[in-house]
Nanobody, 114 residues
Framework: QVQLVESGGGLVQPGGSLRLSCAAS????????MRWYRQVPEKEREWVAT????????NYADSVKGRFTISRDNAKNTVYLQMNNLKPEDTAVYYC???????WGQGTQVTVSS
């Protein structure tokens, strides 16, 4: 079955950086668009970034554009999210998701606070 394991979250000060990873299995990773989402309590999950299956096209939410970078390694079935210049409003649980598969991992908590 589909498994998505996010990691790399933590507590960081404003202006700091984190690199999230999502290890995927149970589907042909290299043929799927991958997306990152985030969610804070009592709010809907918010789309953050998308990368095509080949890794050659990216899209970002306006709130993270210029600060976050999505990438993937199809040989490792892993998608990444490099987050720079983090702000307190980036605090959330971050999830990855394959484009056409309705499956979610447990997420990884990112907290930006001084």
């Amino acid at each position: 079955q589909v498994q998505l394991v996010e990691s790399g979250g933590g507590l960081v000060q404003p202006g700091g950086s984190l690199r999230l990873s999502c290890a995927a299995s149970g589907f042909t990773f290299s043929t799927y668009v991958m997306r990152w989402y985030r969610q804070v309590p009592e709010k809907e999950r918010e789309w953050v970034a998308t990368i095509t299956s080949a890794g050659d096209t990216y899209n970002y939410a306006d709130s993270v554009k210029g600060r976050f970078t999505i990438s993937r390694d199809n040989a490792k079935n892993t998608v990444y999210l490099q987050m720079n210049n983090l702000k307190p409003e980036d605090t959330a649980v971050y999830y990855c998701k394959p484009g056409r598969i309705n499956s979610w991992g447990q997420g990884t908590q990112v907290t930006v606070s001084s």
